[in-house]
């Protein structure tokens, strides 16, 4: 279960990454595409908000009853995913102006894509520098057995089994 939160750092990096070429892009003046800037964020909505943030919670939380000194990061990690949330919609927004009208303030687009950039970069690296490793020394097979029964199971849409056509375009810019 370990495996599965940080196989899901590895996609959400590789999104991230890319991500970061199209804000990169916009700050040179260079084409970029915008739908598939809303592609990642929304699929960022669609599989680690509701997927991985919510076994996230649960593991942290039973990590709470192993090492109490861990809690005032651990509640700062659980009240940074509610923050991320908001940050992806307020990016959505913007971006879906952007879409559907053709016309967009750049300055305010790029400080909304650095913010979730580096939020999102943040998050992970804490969490891999600073909990996993607490995770993995103090949960026991058990633990993880009834974590995983306690969240929903859902198949990831880009790196799963890819049977959403909306994201096509996106699978072949992480391919390239
Ligand atoms: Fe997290
Ligand atoms: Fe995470």
Redesign the pocket.
């Known amino acids: 279960m370990l495996n599965r939160l940080m196989q899901e750092h590895n996609h959400l990096r590789r999104v991230l990454n890319l991500l970061e070429q199209y804000c990169i892009d916009l700050c040179r003046d260079a084409e970029t595409e915008p739908s598939i800037i809303m592609s990642i964020v929304v699929y960022t909505q669609e599989h680690p908000e509701k997927v ?2 919510p076994l ?1 919670d649960a593991a942290f939380s039973r990590l709470l009853h192993y090492d109490n000194e861990s809690r005032p990061m651990i509640q700062a ?1 659980m009240r ?2 509610t923050e991320l949330e908001k940050i992806t919609r307020s990016l959505r927004d913007t971006l879906e102006t952007f879409v559907s009208l053709k016309t967009y303030n750049k300055k305010q687009l790029i400080m909304e894509l650095m913010t979730f950039l580096s939020r999102q970069r943040q ?1 992970l690296l804490t ?1 891999e520098a600073r909990v996993y490793p607490l995770l993995r020394q103090h949960l026991s097979d058990e633990d993880w057995r009834e974590i995983g029964d306690s969240v929903q199971e859902a198949d990831d849409p880009v790196f799963g089994s890819r049977e959403k056509a909306e994201y096509q375009l996106l699978f072949e810019r992480l391919e390239q």
Do not use: G, Q, R
């Open positions: 991985h943030h996230e990690l940074d995913h998050h969490e």
